[in-house]
């Protein structure tokens, strides 16, 4: 009888693909996140509002706010599409509770969508070291704001102002990114995350 034992690289190679599938309980608490910030987005949105009267710069300052719920479903759920749908369920949650209506559903969405390839370049829904969290948030600010910058043709700016508006984006973004994860283990340490992939991992160590 062949008693062959899987390698160590197999397994791993096996159980890669198997951690990513969706189950009922992970789109169940993927649902709650999304919920539960959509709370959040509320004050988010009036903040932002308030933020654009400084023009550029302040668009740049505020627009993090809208990547920590990005930042705290990539963390907790580790799996791809968890960003977006986060993204979608709170926006279209906090639609009406601000009167800027479907502008917080696009915010929020364009932030999902941009981040959720980002979050696979760089952490490969594996690797969520403190330095990836931080590299995540850098990138999606920094491709956000010009993506923005374009659509709103910032690009006519003076070149220190737009060079200054990118930078404080990307730092802005970042900072979220590190308070999502923050955020995410206080909330994993109550055991209230203890099915989820970051639920698993504190328990294993």
Known sequence: MDRTVPSPVA?????????????????????M???AFAVLL?????????AQA?????????GGLFFLPAAFAAYVMRKPGAVVLVGL????????FTP??????????????????VVWVITRYRNYSWAR???????VGLIEFLLIAIGIRSTRLELPVLVVAVALSAIGFLIAAIVGRLLADAVART??????PLGQTLGEI
Do not use: Q
Request: hydrophobic fraction near 60%.
């Open 42 to 50: 509320i004050p988010f949105t009036y903040a932002y509002a308030a």
């Open 133 to 139: 969290i931080a590299a995540l948030g850098f990138a």
């Open 11 to 31: 397994s791993a190679a096996t159980s890669a693909p198997r951690a990513r599938r969706w189950t009922t309980r992970d789109l169940l608490v993927t649902a």
């Open 100 to 117: 800027f209506g479907l502008v917080v559903l696009g915010i929020s969405v364009l932030t999902a969508v941009l981040a959720e390839p």
């Open 33 to 35: 996140i999304g919920v």
């Open 54 to 62: 400084g023009g550029v710069l302040g668009r740049a300052v505020a």
């Open 89 to 96: 369920i709170s926006g279209l949650i906090a639609i009406p």
């Open 191 to 196: 055991g209230v995350l203890a099915g989820t």
